[in-house]
């Protein structure tokens, strides 16, 4: 949309508040604008326990089924709400809540070890924001320990929380990097993220062979010699 259509699908409501027009609202989502680095949360997010919010979003996709005309007395449909409420509650979108943050220990860099570290190609599955379709890809974390280091497959594991979420790539990506400089006690962390977005691929555009990059680059990394040498590993294709 150009300047005066975006402006003319905005309205003051009577409450003084902006409404957006549903045009504007697609658009915004097909062009996966976001609205902030932390992932928008209502007040009261966790007040329900999991079987709750199971058993809501059970009855929510119940009529959702209905409505598209599905008999859910088939036996292949009839267990698939509450199939699909456990999926969210319990698996793809359990990072939204924080106990189930990663417990990250940390340990005295007794190697003296003073180069970056890179753990690459870390395999993550999420879900888009817009659509609520799979987006899927590789994570490269790296950083230069300030004197303190954490196990690897911790990494994997952060990514994998933040990945558990609606979400858009942009948002992941600053997410995992700010995330990793808190635990980690150092501004050198750098995050790069390759992935596939079926909501471009099996929807919309249906463009099936594009991917999408971004990347986080902090303290050193934003030095071309730190970021240079780091984008070289990325790199290796090594066989094992």
Known sequence: MKQKEILSNIHVNSNNKLELSEDLIDEMGDRHIQTSIDTPMRADAFDKTDEEKIGIIEQ?????????????????????????????????????????????ALFENKYKYQEMLVEKNISFYSNCEHHFVPIMGKAH???????????????????????KRPQVQERLTVQIG???????????????????????????????????????????????????????????????
């Open 60 to 104: 929510h996709f119940q009529a959702i089924m209905e409505t598209l005309g599905l008999d859910l007395t088939d036996d292949s449909l009839k267990g698939t709400p509450r199939r699909v409420a456990k999926m969210y509650v319990k698996e793809i979108f359990q990072g939204l809540n924080p106990d189930n943050m990663p417990k990250v």
């Open 141 to 163: 974390v790296g950083y230069i320990s300030n004197g303190q280091v954490i196990g690897l497959s911790k990494l994997n594991r952060i990514v994998d929380y933040f990945a």
């Open 178 to 240: 700010k995330k990793l400089q808190e635990i980690l006690g150092t501004e050198d962390v750098a995050v790069m993220i390759d992935a596939k977005h079926l909501c471009v691929s099996s929807r919309g555009v249906k463009d099936d062979t594009s991917s999408t990059i971004t990347a986080f680059y902090g303290g050193a990394f934003a030095e071309e010699k730190s970021k240079s040498e780091f984008l070289k590993y990325l790199e290796f294709n090594t066989k094992f």
